[in-house]
């Protein structure tokens, strides 16, 4: 009987989440012949419409606005060649304070345990080694992000399958680099307000995985979500220097069952 190969679970918040902090695993890992699952746990119906318009203004239809950034999702899993992408399809519950919070079927209002069954199901199905996520502040206070951590760690819980489980995180001092090349080419790259310093110091991040050779694929993968070009500004850099900034993604591994010191290279140490 053939070895059952590695599996990696990433869960996102929404279309377009999978492609920043995680774009370059997914791509690196499928090509190095591992299953990989992207469960993506809302609609985006907050995002964007046609020509940039918000929820609640004219022309913002959030129904086509689903169906677009589905669209949208599908051409970025095929760029990375996701292996299986499921989709939870709670609705978007906005930034934090929006009216959206509170809507009938908005992910944030979601009781935890109702929807940690359902992602515990697909765990079950999928039994992945490794899950990635967000940290505890869903990395910058959005609600869906939070709520997708709180998720993710009781369903692990509650299955306790996945040998390793890891949190998204960003180096300080790749935010003060980004920060220096967006101000050269004009974009403004402010911190939410009211939210604690993004990013950790560097020496708190266990895991460094270099992706810069499939920085190709994970530029076209942003792409896809063209609808969403605001909130995509890194595309602005151009390939090559978005490969140079984006090319090493960073974790913090908060569950680990092989003894793989840190830090480590590979979200797989231990494991092959």
């Known amino acids: 009987m053939a070895e059952r190969p590695l599996t990696l679970m990433a869960v996102h918040a929404h279309p377009d989440d999978e492609a920043t902090s995680t774009g370059g695993i997914l791509a690196r890992y499928a090509a190095e012949g591992v299953t990989t699952v992207l469960v993506t746990c809302t609609d985006g119906r907050c995002g964007d419409g046609p020509g940039g318009t918000k929820p609640g203004e ?6 086509a606005v689903v169906a677009m950034r589905q669209a949208e999702l599908a051409a ?60 505890e502040n869903g990395f910058y206070g959005h609600p869906d992000h939070i709520q997708a951590h709180r998720v993710t760690m009781a369903a692990v819980e509650q299955t306790g399958i996945p040998a390793k489980v890891y ?26 307000d009211g939210q604690p310093e993004l990013g950790l110091p560097d020496d708190e991040i266990t895991t460094w995985v270099d992706t810069s050779a499939y920085g190709g694929q994970k530029f076209e993968s ?23 900034l984006m090319g090493m993604e960073t974790f913090v591994r908060v569950r680990d069952t092989t003894g793989a010191p840190t830090p480590e290279d590979d979200l797989f140490a231990g494991l092959r």
């Not at 039994?127 to 940290?135: A, F, G, K, S």
């Not at 942003?222 to 140079?244: D, V, W």
């Open 58 to 63: 004219p022309g913002h239809d959030p129904g």
């Open 76 to 135: 970025s899993c095929a760029a990375l060649k996701v292996t299986h992408l499921e989709t939870l399809g709670y609705a978007d519950s906005g930034m934090m304070g929006w009216s959206a919070n509170d809507a009938p079927g908005a992910f944030w209002t979601t009781p935890v345990a109702a929807a940690a069954d359902r992602l515990a199901e697909l765990i079950r199905r999928y039994r992945p080694d490794v899950v990635v996520t967000y940290d």
């Open 167 to 192: 949190w998204t995180t960003v180096p300080r001092s790749a935010f003060q680099q980004f920060g220096r090349v967006m101000k050269e080419i004009g974009v403004e790259f402010p911190e939410p």
């Open 222 to 244: 942003l792409a896809a979500h063209a609808s969403q070009a605001e909130n995509i500004f890194f595309l602005q850099l151009g390939e090559e220097r978005f490969t140079e």
